[in-house]
């Protein structure tokens, strides 16, 4: 695994589920790992885990739809070890499931406080340091129903998708100040989400239903590759690679020596 040695990492939603995979992952790699999550309780159990392992990490209790909280969050990392290097904007909801219809309009406004502006809030809040020092990197997390149709999780798609066109614009901006922006699909992953999946029954659909049974049998996506992933996007070897969605199970490692069509991996998701 490569080292992220002298690293600062912030990983927002990292209480649980994938951010808490990257977490430990990033301070197995030597990062330092600033946790910014909700829930206290969440973000003690992982600085634990992370330091009886040898590394370090700092917890950092915030919700990322308060860019306050957010601001004050980085100006304690920094004031501990440095700027943030690499910002990993993970935290996220799902939001309603089921027919659109169906759908309280308070709920779609909650999936995309969170999964949007939660976003645009932590990239902001980190960005013009990153630009002023010439150098950055931006993991955005995204999900299922980010580049296709994902019915009866409408609210949860569009915010993935709105995530991905604006990781397309930023990128563009700050392309000449050598700060990179990527999308990171990290695949099917046993979650709270899988669960709220199960919980909901007929009303996620079969086919989600019964994708989410197999991800609760299996585990998922291996969190060896969703960390290697991240890991690349981080580091310097993917410095000529900025705006793209590239999916964890993407033959990502191409992409080492060689940068891609600047129309592929987008949002319209053009392969060749």
């Not at 100006?75 to 089921?98: D, R, S, Y």
């Not at 169906?102 to 976003?119: K, Y």
């Amino acid at each position: 695994m490569p080292s992220s040695q002298d690293v600062n990492v912030l990983i927002t939603g990292a209480g649980r589920g994938i951010g808490k995979r990257l977490a430990i992952g990033f301070s197995h790699a030597k990062a330092r790992v600033g946790l910014l999550g909700r829930s206290q309780g969440e973000l003690d159990v992982t600085k634990l885990e992370i330091e009886d392992s040898g590394g370090t990490a700092l917890r950092l209790r915030a919700d990322v739809r308060n860019y306050d909280q957010i601001s004050a969050a980085i100006e304690k990392m920094t004031g501990h070890w440095g700027p943030v290097h690499t910002l990993i904007a993970n935290a996220g909801i799902q939001g309603p499931i089921g027919q659109f219809v169906e759908n309280r309009p308070a709920a779609w406004a909650e999936v995309f406080e969170t999964n949007v502006i939660g976003v645009m809030n932590s990239c902001r809040a980190v960005l013009p340091k990153m630009v002023a020092r010439r150098s950055g990197k931006i993991i955005v997390v995204v999900g299922q129903g980010a580049a296709s149709p994902r019915p009866r999780f409408a609210a949860y798609a569009a915010s993935k998708s709105a995530l991905v066109r604006f990781v397309e614009c930023v990128a563009d901006e700050v392309r000449d100040d050598n700060v990179q922006i990527n999308c990171m699909f990290p695949g099917e992953t046993y979650t709270s989400m899988t669960d709220e999946i199960l919980h909901a029954g007929e009303r996620a659909g079969v086919e989600e239903l019964e994708a989410a049974e197999h991800v609760q049998s299996t585990g998922g996506t291996l969190s060896d590759r969703q960390i290697k992933l991240a890991l690349f996007l981080s580091s310097e070897v993917s410095n000529h690679l900025t705006g793209k969605l590239i999916y964890v199970q993407d033959d990502w490692k191409k992409f080492e020596h060689d940068s891609a069509r600047p129309d592929a991996y987008t949002l319209r998701r053009h392969l060749k």
